[in-house]
């Protein structure tokens, strides 16, 4: 705070800064310890290496003619390694939360993801991904019916024109333009 200020408004100022660090600690979690950073750092390894091993099945293509598999293949050896990295430097933090509710909603976000790969095969690349974004928005982002289906739709389309034709990627699909 400036040294010109009023008395009377740097103590407004304090309480209301004691006020907003009051409310935030009460809306923290319960914190965890060691354990929890491991637990989390061991789980993100499995991620990146289920993630990297499915991906590769789509096939890698090159970087001048990327497959499918290529992206989420990068993708998920980045997130197994910062895991590693968590796990080795992580047992020594202290700023981890412990597990609750919420917690759950990174395991369905996965299991939604990983269902997205399953099912574009067999039905292509629309209602899986379809479904996959009106899953995220609605049950796990808490957006409201017409945003989800708007953004659901948008969104869609907006990947399905990327990957079919600005990247040429041979996704299965079930509508041709």
């Known amino acids: 705070m400036a040294e010109d200020t009023h008395p009377h408004t740097r103590d407004i100022l304090a309480e209301l800064e004691a006020e907003v660090t009051h409310e935030l600690e009460e809306d923290r ?17 499995a991620i990146g290496v289920v993630g990297a091993v499915l991906a590769y099945g789509y096939g890698l293509g090159s970087l001048r003619e990327p497959g499918p598999g290529l992206w989420p293949f990068i993708v998920s050896v980045v ?31 996965v299991v939604t993801f990983v269902a997205f790969g399953l099912l574009m095969p067999l039905t292509g690349f629309e209602i899986p991904a379809l479904a996959l974004c009106a899953i995220w ?14 953004i659901s739709v948008v969104t869609t389309a907006v990947f399905y024109f990327l990957f079919l034709y600005g990247l040429r990627i041979p996704l299965p699909h079930l509508i041709a333009f």
């Open 137 to 150: 928005l609605r049950f796990l982002g808490g957006e409201g019916w017409r945003n989800t289906i708007v």
């Open 79 to 109: 997130i197994a390694t910062l895991s590693v990295v968590l796990l080795v430097v992580g047992r020594g933090l202290t700023d981890s939360e412990a597990f609750t509710r919420s917690s759950a909603l990174p395991v369905i976000g």
């Open 29 to 45: 979690p319960p914190t965890g310890g060691p354990a929890y950073q491991t637990v989390g750092a061991v789980v993100g390894i």
